[in-house]
């Protein structure tokens, strides 16, 4: 799979050659609590950031809650496995995968920490929830789950609690889940048919340039930090890229839900 693989890239460039790990250390300066989100996440809270197993119970009851109320049983369990599996999946890799000391860095950049748990959170949460929505309500679910996972990813790295590699590779490991969910789902109900209606179209198109533009702000908030302004910079990229990977891979998914469905003509066969 194209998710695995770049899986895989990011890491063994990130955390196995010199150049990786001279890039991403470097990023590493000054003290957590100089990241902005820090007063955010302690006067009022932001879950994955507090509060994780809070946030994962209440993400699981919601996806579960929709698929009961639109009685998608299949689709609520491929959702909840989706979650399960990336958040696991990203502890257990941080486990196995080493981190090796190629560049002589200081004892506090050599702990491991590929890939996030707190992103693997948020981006299995938003594509869970992408996967139980309806196809009407789904490209406004991936455009909340996309914020909300910029804002995620930009603040782990903030906080110096992940490097940039971290959260990509947390949401590369959830994008791969959700690829294998909805390949192996048959598909449940037509795509969406565009509205007749004046200015439908234009709407339908505008969404994901504002969607990717509120992302877009939203990891350059979360990656702030009160010592720098190019570092948090390179952040806010990563981060934005983690919201883009999963605003593709959901509409990549009901484009090609599309296509099936609409079928294709049959193949003329050879006569004996």
């Not at 496995?81 to 080493?98: K, M, N, Q, T």
């Not at 909300?148 to 992940?162: I, S």
């Not at 565009?194 to 908030?221: D, F, H, Y």
């Not at 952040?235 to 934005?240: I, L, R, S």
């Amino acid at each position: 799979m194209v998710f695995l693989a770049a899986f895989a890239a990011v890491y063994l460039l990130a955390a196995c050659t010199p150049v990786g790990q001279r890039a991403e250390n470097s990023l590493v300066v000054g003290y957590a609590d100089q990241a902005r989100v820090l007063a955010v996440s302690e006067s009022v809270g932001l879950p994955p950031l507090t509060a994780e197993y809070a946030t994962i119970g209440a993400g699981i009851a919601l996806i579960a809650l929709v698929a009961l109320v639109r009685r998608r049983w299949r689709e609520g369990a491929a959702a909840v496995g989706v979650v399960v599996v990336s958040l696991v999946g990203a502890e257990a890799l941080r486990s196995v995968l080493p981190r090796p000391d190629l560049v002589h860095a200081p004892s506090h950049l050599t702990e491991v920490s590929f890939p996030s748990g707190h992103v693997a959170i948020a981006a299995g949460l938003a594509l869970g929830a992408a996967l139980v929505a309806s196809p009407r309500t789904r490209p406004y679910v991936v455009a909340a789950g996309a914020l909300w996972l910029a804002v995620t990813a930009g603040g782990v790295q903030a906080l110096y609690w992940h490097r940039p590699s971290d959260a990509l590779g947390a949401t590369l490991l959830a994008c791969a889940c959700y690829a294998l969910a909805t390949r192996l789902l048959p598909r449940a109900e037509p795509p969406t048919v565009r509205s007749s209606r004046p200015g439908a179209g234009s709407r339908s198109r505008a969404l994901p340039a504002a969607a990717l533009a509120v992302a877009a702000l939203g990891a350059v908030l979360g990656s702030a930090r009160e010592d720098a302004v190019a570092r948090p910079l390179v952040f806010a990229a990563a981060a934005f890229a983690c919201a883009l990977l999963i605003w593709w891979t959901a509409v990549r998914s009901d484009v090609k839900s599309a296509v099936k469905s609409a079928g294709r003509p049959e193949a003329p066969r050879l006569r004996g």
